[in-house]
């Protein structure tokens, strides 16, 4: 029994989507530019050349919120998508009928259809593959070359990313929806 | 080429297959009616990791020039993940996308799976299945369709540069190199280097004596100019830069004619000229000069011709208000840069990388490197570092002396020119031209590709068509490999024990890439195939080197059959002598005698050692590792032998200024109505060699050309258009990304697309070639590839 | 026992096909339709889900909205047979046996879109039986749909012996009214969705869901009995139409102007894209709402014509606003940044359905007149029929 969350310090993020692609190779995530269960989100800056807003410009990488209140398990019909003991969001495929409800409901786009089994897929936290063997990175953690982001037990006091959400200013994606999100992103 | 799988009825396979991860299948089931070896191929495109049995396998990755380590995850012979190695003081516990999509450049159904000759015309792509044996006869007797070596080098009374030979960047290029330059000898050799950073590390090395390493954790002021790290990444620059970037320690200004995502975490962002970076740098050193904000003990003790370079900048009245006009950067932007950089504890002028943008480079980084040493940051903590290498015993080559082999020529509008790597477009153009005093007839290429890398395209295609014999090692049919006359198909990277490496600077320590997997299909690892080639070349090259080697002929008089072969082998023409252990045991035996056997082992396991390992090597937190205690980290290593050169008096015997100097003719300046094109890079890619990547190409599916929205408006371009980029060496089409990123006059494309072989279906025809456009010029100082001075027109199609 | 024991089936059963002139044509067109239909499903069959244009950012595509309109319609028309028994209103008595059956005939057509709408049909009958959600909408309306057919069914086979009664024709109006709530609510529960979040989508699917079944009763009763003996339920069908169309005209009136007051974020920018919509303003409000008020109003009060044809527009304005609300919470995209350098900033999300959803979506018209069809001839329906 675990509360896991995720710490992203963003703002060392350069938009490389490294962590996209070991997500995709770690989990056998079906390929094609829309079935992607992590992204990085970035913007055209503001203003006109040469005089464009260097505050504007900003690389902003998520994924599944892993919510304690998740619009999307409410909305689920058959319950295919589920919390396990440790908080994460799954969706168990042998449930899912398809209805893209889930969709619809996410605020956070992180849910897409995986075409090979024609169910709903998306972040697992690596909780099928890294975290059952053991592990205590997810692969988007363990691959970033700036280090943006840090996995752990939010119930612990002594993890890294207790004392980090203790210690940083932080904030959350689309939080006045009530979903409590579980990524915090340090400022 | 045989039928085979094609990537759609792969990927339709894999449909079928997909839904249960990890087992695997072997391709005699994927490959219909063919007789194959038994290899185990993933069935899907991405396999899912499992929770059971696995190995980790620690590799250098080979997607790029950095070798960063990492781990092969294999899961019942198919390699299902690749993780980073948290031993490796360089690449620091990461790798970055395409590191990470290195697995489908091994698992590529386009592969080059067996020997191919060819049986059509050059550029056809039509290729016939052979054995490897097949394939070293081909070369060195040639079939129907083209000569061998041997009745090349018949012809030209073994003159052995009449072979050319080229070589992109990479762990087995030594290997290569000692085949056809040592072994069989010739010395006309291009590689990468003439269109990539040669002006940088020349410039750097005659100045402060070393390229160096910039300490990025320990600087408070950067400025980053036509360097994009957040981009191209390059380990562990792009680490420790965007970690302190924001206002949160390092203040970073960046010089770049774009936005890039390295300006995106700027402080300040400067529109530069391309091209006139140079004038930037005069002026900054016109403020330090004018205002005494430099070291002064630093320089006193360091400089070689200080006091006349300072008189040289200040009366040639390099201000602000003169670089204003020429670099688009504002005069008083320029005062407050050189202030705040003299001002800063640990300030960094970056270096920069990459390829050459304009003719005066040579003296731009001159400039930069003099900057630098200004602020006497130089071999301290925070500060460009010289750092330290461990030493690997040297291996000896016995190389063979050949009395008719004639010298390099690509000599033509070059002040310094390489001698042993030469420069690309000279050595094409001369060929081309018929200005090589002598013909070159073969090339003998590995893993590079001119085509889509050295400028103005068709005069490549036009150069390899006029060889007698064209040879390619590699491992997907490249655009270039589709002239060759033999194709030889090369284990990836991860399917190859490589040479061991030692990398140097701050935190030294000696790594190893370990085979993940064996070579799947019929490849083979270079060394192999170096070896092999080798002997099969040996002794019919010896006869035609006994017919017209008067020397040889004068050693050998009166000597008996045992006699002539002693000598053969003592002066090393067995060529195949290099390669007489594997590249397992060679590594093993050069790092036991340097380290000790413990070290070896801990190499085998981790992929990396340095001396003190062991005790040195802390995790800090779940992402950062201490390799080096900071007390036992290189920071401070030249001391008084630490030498500065402002005026660089040698080099006006060779035509080239001794202390950088700016030109009008170098302004920046595009006739109306066209554009300067200026190229680059993306994270996501590492130029032709990745653009057939699957796991790639979600992240980003072709190239576009991005111009200025405003103008793209004028003209009725929209995102998505495709629009036609002329040059005068040449055309494409490709689409448009209106963006303000970029200024009116100018446009940018990716590096790496418009691939033309059709045996590559992903990268085939899929957006824009540069190269085919670029104007193949040079710069004087090395005749190195200029890449930024080509002015293109636009029209939409 | 015999079938006929438990459905009230004709004793002479006879499918007759002398269609008029009208007849023929609503044939004719019903044939097409099922040709078009059967055309989609072979498409479906032949490639799954990528046959339809929906995506990850628009997962719900025009077979949403088809099948929306479909229950709707299906739930409306029960809710007023059935109030017509429990409330005694003898005026639409006449129509009530026909429009139970037909009303029942309608959700079936829903379903006939649903199946290829939904991924996994047999998973869902399993699943909400075994792991049923009581916090999603769809759950309910798997429990709602059942409960409002078996009550339905029942009321009309007792309606059949003669018995009207309270009971079940209560039960079938309330789960009636409660699936057609539920159906609003799954727009209107989408909490992140600013537009669509509220009560809005629940209250327009009843008013607009019954006014369909005076839609359905109006042109039936055109075709199936004379205007004389139906002319009271003629004039209770307008009077409820014009209550129901202004009700929701205010109701759009308001929303709309809380969604531009302040220019609202997440809100405007839908508002903006209805506008600019012709589908929008010619048949959702045009023909679907103010040529019916109209002719409700002003039409002639003893002739049915002019009414039965508006209601031909107003289903087919419903049928557009449906397309319109399930768009309507799809086109604000969810991600609002670049997820790649070379795209477009996110901006409306657009959608057009691909000819296989058009064709299974439209071609379950031609299947609900087919079986309207049959159950005309096999069914007793007719006032004569009963007691």
Not at chain 2, 16 to 42: D, F, K
Not at chain 2, 172 to 194: A, C, M, Q, R, T
Not at chain 2, 304 to 326: D, M, R
Not at chain 2, 339 to 352: D, L, S, T
Request: include cysteine; aromatic fraction near 12%.
């Amino acid at each position: 029994m675990a509360r896991y969350g995720m710490a992203l310090d963003y703002k060392n993020c350069i938009n490389c989507r490294a962590c996209e692609v070991a997500c995709k190779e770690e989990n056998g995530v079906e390929l094609g530019a829309e079935k992607h269960r992590i992204w990085v989100g970035s913007n055209n800056p503001d203003g006109e050349w040469p005089n464009l807003s260097l505050s504007s410009a900003v690389f902003l990488p998520s994924q599944c919120q892993h919510c304690e209140e998740a619009p999307c398990q409410e909305v689920c019909p058959t319950n295919a998508t589920y919390y396990n003991d440790d908080g994460i969001v799954l969706v168990d495929s042998d449930k899912c009928i398809l209805c893209t409800y889930c969709m619809n409901a996410c605020p956070y786009d992180a849910r897409y259809v995986d075409e090979r089994t024609m169910t709903v897929d998306k972040c697992t936290f690596c909780s099928d593959t890294r975290l059952a063997r053991g592990e205590t990175t997810t692969a988007c953690q363990a691959t970033c070359p700036t280090k943006v982001r840090t996995f752990g037990d939010l119930d612990d006091p002594n993890s890294e990313i207790s004392q980090l959400l203790e210690n940083r200013e932080h904030f959350s994606l689309k939080a006045h929806l009530g979903t409590k999100p579980k990524l915090f992103y340090l400022r | 080429m045989q039928v085979e799988i094609s990537r759609r009825k792969f990927l339709q396979g894999s449909v079928a297959l997909s839904i249960v991860g990890g087992t695997a299948v072997s391709t005699t089931s994927l490959l219909s009616g063919e007789q194959e070896e038994h290899h185990t191929l993933p069935e899907n495109i991405t396999t899912k990791t499992g929770t059971g049995k696995a190995e980790n396998i620690p590799f250098l990755c080979g997607i790029c020039v950095n070798k960063c380590a990492g781990f092969a995850r294999v899961e019942n012979g198919v390699i299902t993940k690749l993780n980073p190695n948290p031993y490796f003081p360089k690449s620091r516990n990461m790798l970055c996308p395409r590191g990470n999509a290195g697995i489908q450049t091994t698992y590529d159904p386009d592969r080059l799976k067996y020997p191919l000759i060819r049986i059509g015309e050059r550029g056809d792509g039509k290729y016939k299945r052979v054995s490897w044996d097949e394939a070293y006869e081909a070369i060195l007797n040639g079939t129907d369709k083209f000569k061998g070596i041997k009745h090349i080098l018949d012809e030209e009374k073994d003159n052995r540069a009449t072979i050319g030979y080229c070589n992109g960047e990479g762990l087995s290029k030594e290997g290569f190199e000692v085949l056809v330059g040592e072994k069989i000898g010739s010395p006309n050799y291009v590689d990468e280097i003439s269109i990539c950073l040669e002006t940088t590390l020349g410039a750097y090395v005659n100045t402060i004596g070393t390229y160096g390493e910039a300490d990025l954790n320990n600087a408070d002021y950067l400025i980053i100019a036509g360097a994009n790290r957040a981009e191209a990444i390059i380990t562990p620059d792009t680490m420790d830069m965007f970690k302190r970037t924001q206002r949160r320690g390092l203040k970073t200004i960046v010089l770049d004619p774009r936005f890039t995502n390295t300006a995106a975490k700027a402080d300040r962002w400067y529109a530069v000229n391309p091209g006139t970076d140079l004038a930037f740098v005069l002026a900054l050193t016109y403020v330090v000069m004018n205002e005494a904000l430099y070291d002064k003990d630093f320089v006193t003790k360091h400089g070689v011709g200080f006091e006349e370079y300072k008189n040289h900048i200040l009366s040639h009245k390099y201000t602000p208000e003169w670089a204003e006009k020429i670099t688009n950067i504002p005069a008083k932007e320029i005062y407050k840069t050189a202030r705040e950089f003299m001002a800063a504890e640990h300030p960094i002028y970056y270096q920069g990388r990459r390829s050459v943008f304009s003719k005066n480079d040579f003296q731009l980084r001159r400039a930069m490197a003099i900057f630098q040493a200004l602020s006497g940051n130089l071999d301290k903590k925070g500060g460009i570092i010289y750092g330290q290498k461990l030493a690997l015993p040297k291996e000896e080559v016995n190389s063979p002396m050949y009395a008719q082999v004639k010298d390099r020529f690509d000599k033509d509008g070059i002040a310094i020119p390489a001698q042993k790597t030469g420069s690309w477009i000279v050595f094409r153009n001369m060929v081309l031209e018929g200005k090589a005093p002598y013909p070159i007839r073969a090339m003998f290429m590995r893993k590079h590709n001119p085509l889509a890398g050295v400028p103005n395209t068709a005069k490549t295609v036009e150069f390899l068509k006029k060889m007698d014999l064209n040879v390619m090692i590699d491992i997907l049919p490249s655009d270039t490999a589709m002239y060759a006359d033999v194709i030889l198909p090369e284990a990836s990277y991860l399917e190859r024990t490589s040479p061991v490496a030692s990398y140097g600077f701050l935190e030294p320590a000696i790594v190893q890439r370990r085979a993940a997997i064996k070579p799947l299909f019929e490849t083979k690892v270079p060394e192999q195939i170096y070896k092999e080639l080798a002997e099969k070349l040996s002794k019919p090259l010896w006869e035609i080197t006994k017919k017209y080697d008067e020397d040889v002929q004068d050693d050998l008089k009166g000597k008996s059959k045992e006699e002539e072969e002693k000598y053969y082998k003592a002066n090393g023409f067995d060529l195949a002598d290099a390669w007489e252990k594997p590249v397992e045991e060679a590594n093993k035996e050069r790092v036991a005698k340097a380290f000790g056997e413990k070290a070896w082992k801990t190499l085998e396991e981790k992929g990396v050692f340095y001396p003190e390992m062991e005790k040195y090597h802390k995790q800090l937190n779940p992402n950062e590792f201490q390799y080096y205690p900071d007390n036992k980290k290189y920071y401070t290593t030249r001391k008084d032998a630490l030498k500065v050169v402002f005026n660089f008096k040698n080099l006006t015997k060779k035509g080239v200024d001794a202390m950088p100097t700016w030109y009008d003719k170098w302004n920046f300046s595009v006739p109306d109505g066209q554009f300067r094109l200026v190229t680059g890079r993306h994270a996501q890619f590492t130029q032709s060699g990745t653009t057939n990547n699957m796991m790639l190409r979600d992240l980003i599916p072709t190239n576009y050309i991005w111009i200025n929205s405003r103008v793209a408006s004028q003209r009725g371009i929209k995102f998505g258009d495709v629009v036609e980029v002329k040059s005068s060496v040449g055309k494409i089409t490709i689409k448009a990304y209106p963006t303000e990123k970029i200024a009116p006059n100018q446009i940018f494309m990716l590096h790496g697309f418009g691939g033309s072989s059709e045996k590559m279906e992903m990268a085939y025809g899929n957006g824009g070639n540069d190269a085919a456009i670029i104007e193949d010029k040079i710069e004087p100082v090395y005749g190195a590839a200029v890449m930024h001075e080509t002015n293109v027109e636009i029209r939409k199609v | 026992m015999m079938m006929k024991d438990f459905i009230p089936l004709k004793e002479n059963i006879h499918i007759n096909l002398n269609f008029s002139m009208v007849g023929k044509i609503v044939a004719a067109a019903s044939v097409i339709l099922i040709g078009f239909y059967l055309f989609g499903v072979v498409n479906f069959l032949e490639h799954g889900h990528h046959a339809y244009n929906t995506t990850r950012e628009h997962p719900w595509g025009f077979l949403v909205s088809a099948y929306e309109f479909f229950v709707a319609l299906s739930m409306g028309t029960i809710a007023i047979a059935t109030s017509a028994i429990f409330f005694d209103i003898k005026a639409l008595k006449p129509l009530v046996k026909r429009m139970l059956v037909f009303g029942l005939l309608a959700l079936i057509a829903g379903f006939a879109v649903f199946l290829f709408e939904i991924g996994h049909p047999i998973t869902m009958v399993i699943y909400t039986a075994l792991s049923g959600h009581p916090t999603s909408a769809l759950f309910w309306l798997g429990v709602f749909y059942p409960l409002t057919m078996l009550f339905t069914a029942i009321t009309y086979v007792l309606y059949v012996k003669g018995k009207e009664s309270k009971v079940y024709s209560m039960l079938a109006l309330i789960f009636a009214n409660s699936s057609i709530l539920t159906a609003g609510s799954i727009f209107g529960l989408l909490n992140d969705n600013a537009f669509a979040s509220g009560v809005f989508y629940q209250i327009e699917f009843i008013a607009s869901g019954i006014l369909g079944g005076i839609f359905l009763f109006s042109i039936i009763a055109k075709f199936f009995i004379t205007t004389k003996e139906f002319e009271k339920g003629v004039l209770l069908l307008k009077g409820a139409s014009i209550a129901l169309i202004s009700l929701l005209l205010i109701m759009y009136l308001v929303k709309f102007l809380q969604a531009v007051y302040g220019d609202v974020p997440g809100k405007v920018e839908i508002v903006e894209h209805i506008f600019a919509s012709p589908r929008f303003w010619l048949f959702e409000i045009l023909l679907g709402l103010v040529f019916p008020l109209f002719v409700a109003i002003w039409g002639s009060k003893e002739k049915i014509g002019m009414f039965c044809l508006a209601s031909v527009f107003g289903l087919i304005g419903l049928m557009s606003a449906r397309i319109n609300v399930v768009e309507a919470v799809q086109i604000v995209p969810k991600q609002l940044m670049k997820v790649t350098e070379y795209q477009l900033p996110p901006s409306i999300i657009s959608y057009t359905p691909s000819m296989t959803e058009w064709a299974i979506g439209l071609g379950a018209i031609g299947i609900f007149i087919f079986l309207l069809f049959i159950a005309e001839s096999v069914l007793k329906l007719d006032k004569k029929d009963a007691h």
